[in-house]
């Protein structure tokens, strides 16, 4: 899917997907192997950018090389977003998946509901997205202003770890917010996808 959305030959996943353990620091030696693996997925993604058959969202980044010279992107940039959007599109997706089947064997309640009523598997899986820290990654900010969340202070320039899954659970938004619940009102309201723009 990742590969159609960039418009790349799906025949390139397997190389990709390779870099992936290093490249979110699951490996032995992170730091050496993913400076490697970066920099064949960016050379191996550049040299996509002139491939005639690629298309998508590839194919219309390297139309923006036609551009003014004082506007024209890098090859590099561009290479970046593709393996970035790889990567990232990459790990959410197959850590949902792996997650809400965990969720359902080790819930059979649930499992049955939606076997038995196919018509919640669309709610099913907004409350699966709801329920699953399948990223869990604190985003690092810093705080451009002094703000006040809830009874913290934060000071321009401190340095904040984001949980932003970790809303998903918040019992003001989502009473009960452990227990999984198809027929909740703001069901779609989490924030699996995050918020804003990106």
Do not use: Q
Not at 43 to 49: D, I
Not at 108 to 132: K, W
Not at 139 to 168: C, F, K, Q, S, Y
Request: charged share 25%; net charge negative.
């Amino acid at each position: 899917m990742h590969c159609h959305i960039l418009g790349i030959p799906p025949t390139e996943a397997p190389a990709f997907l390779r870099s992936l353990d290093i490249a979110f620091m699951n490996s032995a030696c992170p730091v050496t192997g993913a400076r490697i693996n970066w920099n064949r997925d960016i050379a191996r993604m550049t040299a996509l950018l002139d491939d005639p058959a690629t298309h998508g969202l590839m194919g219309e980044l390297a139309a923006l090389r036609d551009g003014p010279d004082d506007d024209r992107p890098s090859d590099e940039m561009l290479a970046t977003v593709g393996v970035t959007m790889f990567g990232a599109g990459t790990v959410s997706t197959s850590g949902f998946l792996t997650m809400a089947l965990v969720y359902l064997l080790t819930h059979p309640t649930a499992r049955d509901l939606l076997g038995d009523r196919p018509d919640l598997i669309g709610p099913g899986i907004e409350e699966l997205l709801r329920v699953n820290l399948s990223i869990a990654d604190a985003l690092p900010r810093l705080a451009l202003a002094d703000v006040r969340l809830g009874d913290t202070d934060i000071r321009e320039g401190d340095l904040v770890l984001v949980l932003v899954e970790g809303a998903n659970l918040d019992p003001e938004k989502f009473p009960d917010p452990h227990r999984f619940d198809v027929h909740r009102d703001n069901t779609a309201d989490h924030l699996s996808f995050g918020g804003g723009a990106h």
